[in-house]
């Protein structure tokens, strides 16, 4: 599970895909990837897109931070793209 967003969300899931990519030449996965802060909804959107496009649909999206059932009712309702909450 790789933190993606401690400075910019987008570089940092190019980064975890090249990672990503390095561990299936290795015969490992990347299992997920961690959003932590700003808009998760958008930002897994926008992840979700970039993992698909590299062929990375079974990678999971984790997010983070102070989620309560409020939170995470409205991250839904916006269409967030999150597997797993923290």
């Keep these: 599970m790789l933190l993606v967003d401690t400075y ?8 975890a895909i090249e990672v990503g990519k390095w561990l299936r030449s290795q015969g ?3 299992l997920g990837i961690r959003l932590d802060s700003g808009d998760l909804a958008h930002l897994s959107i926008i992840s ?3 993992l698909d496009t590299a ?9 983070s931070n102070e989620l ?4 995470i009712s409205e991250l839904k309702r916006q269409g967030a793209k999150i ?3 923290e």
């Design 28 to 30: 490992k996965k990347l």
């Design 48 to 50: 979700r897109e970039m």
């Design 8 to 15: 910019n969300t987008v570089e940092g899931v190019k980064k």
């Design 83 to 85: 597997d797993a909450w």
């Design 55 to 63: 062929g990375f649909q079974d990678t999971f999206i984790l997010a």
């Design 68 to 71: 309560d059932e409020t939170v």
